[in-house]
């Protein structure tokens, strides 16, 4: 049985104006009607005008500028959104994490500079080995500030992601987490962790999380084997495009 879909108003206007972009019919940095114009054709109130208005520009598609109205802004699909879950190397499998260490330790002067350390402050430390098919394909060490009176519980990390390692040992939620990818040879530490010789290429993922009130909550590397690892990204205004099929 076929069942019949009512959006909400707004949603339509979004997607009706969405439409004639697509179509040609507004070219980008037209300006499209006002929202007096919008409400009277679409029997709308302007403030559900506004609300389809601020959806066309979290899709990408408009941009205001005050004073003058909104104008069709042109794509861009030169940023891209990219996916990183190091726990997805493993690919799920039983087993596919291996943790090697859980210390605390006096950072280097590179680390310390990376979790913005006080003098005197210690860092946790916590190292796995990532597995693929029963092979190493990633070496992973992940850096955390040092808080007494909260342990880390080695159960509760070993198969977590990042940001949520970080939630178990801080009690902080990151709301940014920062990634760079990078491709590196080597050293004797990642060689023979993941069986490869010394100056072997790797692709290294970094990242560094941070807690709503801008404090640096977590630092890291993930020295991954090129044969096991491949890392994917997607136009961002694709994704855009999407939030208008989301009803």
Known sequence: MAVNIVRPLYYQIAYGLSNKIKNGEFKPGDLIPSETQLSAEYGASKMTVRQGLTLLSDAGYLKTVPGKGNYVDWPRYDI?????????????????????????????????????????????????????????????????PYEKGKPVVERE????????????????????????ISAAAANQECAQKLGVEPSSPLLVVEQKLYSADHKVIGWGKTFCHCDYFRLEAISSQYQRNQVLHKF
């Open 80 to 144: 891209f959104t990219v996916r990183f879950n190091e726990m997805e190397i493993t690919g799920g499998a039983p087993g596919g994490v291996k943790l090697l260490e859980v210390n605390m330790e006096d950072p280097t002067p590179e680390i310390r500079q990376h979790l913005n350390l006080l003098p005197g402050g210690k860092t946790v430390v916590v190292k796995r080995l990532l597995y693929t098919e029963g092979n190493p394909s990633a070496y992973d060490v992940k850096y955390l």
């Open 157 to 180: 990390i070993q198969n977590v992601p990042f940001p949520e390692m970080v939630a178990k040992h801080g009690e902080l939620f990151s709301v940014k987490n920062e990634v760079s």
